[in-house]
T-cell receptor, first 113, second 115 residues
Framework: DQQVKQNSPSLSVQEGRISILNCDYT??????FLWYKKYPAEGPTFLIS?????DKNEDGRFTVFLNKSAKHLSLHIVPSQPGDSAVYFC????????????FGTGTRLQVTL | GAGVSQSPRYKVAKRGQDVALRCDPI?????LFWYQQALGQGPEFLTY????????KSGLPSDRFFAERPEGSVSTLKIQRTQQEDSAVYLC?????????????FGSGTRLTVV
C-alpha cells in the first residue's frame, strides 16, 4: 500500500518557467512533509519541508504548498534552472514516529534550455 | 568527515552469499538510519539507531537482515544468504538530533547486485 504517491514519473519544463511537482498521501497521521532532490549516483539531499500546521513554506526559488483536506502537497520551483534537473522525492513522517520517513516513488524533472 | 561515507560503492554477490555494508556517519551525529531503494522506487525505511541503541527495526524485511552500531558511530548492515530480491541501493543517513527526520544527510549508497 503506497502511502505517499507521486503520480508523475517525469516532467519537462523550459528554463525560466515554473516547475510544479505533486505529491499525494493517504495516511492522515502524517504531520511533517519534506522534499528531497537526488542526482544520479548520489544520495538524496534535503530541499525544503513543511509542518502540517502551515500551508506554505518558501525558501528562495522553492515553495512547498500543503492542502491537508485534500492530502496533497506540491513543490513549486520558480524560475527553473538547468541545474534543477534531478529526481525529486516527496517524503512524509508522523512526528510521533519521527525517525521514519515514507517516500514517494519520485518525479524526474528535466529543465530544458 | 564532511559527509556520510558508505562502502563499498558497488557490490556484486552470488545468491546465497553473505554481505556486509558499512556506513560512516558524520562525526557527532547521534541518529543513523538505513534505507533500501529498489530500482524505480523511493527509499524504504529499514532501521534506526540512536547512538548504539537500535530503536526501530520494523523495516527490516526478514531475519536475514541485521544491523549494528556497537560504538555509536560506524554502522554495518549485514545481509545473510542474499537473494535476487535483495538487489537494491542501500542508503545510510545520519542526523545530529534525536528521533528527527529534519536535516538528514544521506550517503551516496551501496548498490548491491545479487546474481
Amino acid at each position: 500500500d503506497q502511502q505517499v504517491k507521486q503520480n508523475s514519473p517525469s516532467l519537462s519544463v523550459q528554463e525560466g518557467r515554473i516547475s510544479i511537482l505533486n505529491c499525494d498521501y493517504t495516511n492522515s497521521m502524517f504531520d511533517y512533509f519534506l522534499w528531497y532532490k537526488k542526482y544520479p549516483a548520489e544520495g538524496p539531499t534535503f530541499l525544503i519541508s513543511i509542518s502540517s500546521i502551515k500551508d506554505k513554506n518558501e525558501d528562495g526559488r522553492f515553495t512547498v504548498f500543503l492542502n491537508k483536506s485534500a492530502k496533497h502537497l506540491s513543490l513549486h520551483i520558480v524560475p527553473s534552472q538547468p541545474g534543477d534537473s534531478a529526481v525529486y522525492f516527496c517524503a512524509a513522517s508522523n512526528t510521533g514516529t519521527a525517525s521514519k520517513l515514507t517516500f514517494g516513488t519520485g518525479t524526474r524533472l528535466q529543465v530544458t534550455l | 568527515g564532511a559527509g556520510v561515507s558508505q562502502s563499498p560503492r558497488y557490490k556484486v554477490a552470488k545468491r546465497g552469499q553473505d554481505v556486509a555494508l558499512r556506513c560512516d556517519p558524520i562525526s557527532g551525529h547521534v541518529s543513523l538510519f538505513w534505507y533500501q531503494q529498489a530500482l524505480g522506487q523511493g527509499p524504504e525505511f529499514l532501521t534506526y539507531f540512536q547512538n548504539e541503541a537500535q530503536l526501530d527495526k520494523s523495516g527490516l524485511p526478514s531475519d536475514r537482515f541485521f544491523a549494528e552500531r556497537p560504538e555509536g558511530s560506524v554502522s554495518t548492515l549485514k545481509i545473510q544468504r542474499t537473494q535476487q530480491e535483495d538487489s537494491a541501493v542501500y542508503l545510510c543517513a545520519s542526523s545530529l538530533g534525536t528521533a528527527s527526520p529534519y536535516g538528514y544527510t544521506f550517503g551516496s549508497g551501496t548498490r548491491l547486485t545479487v546474481v
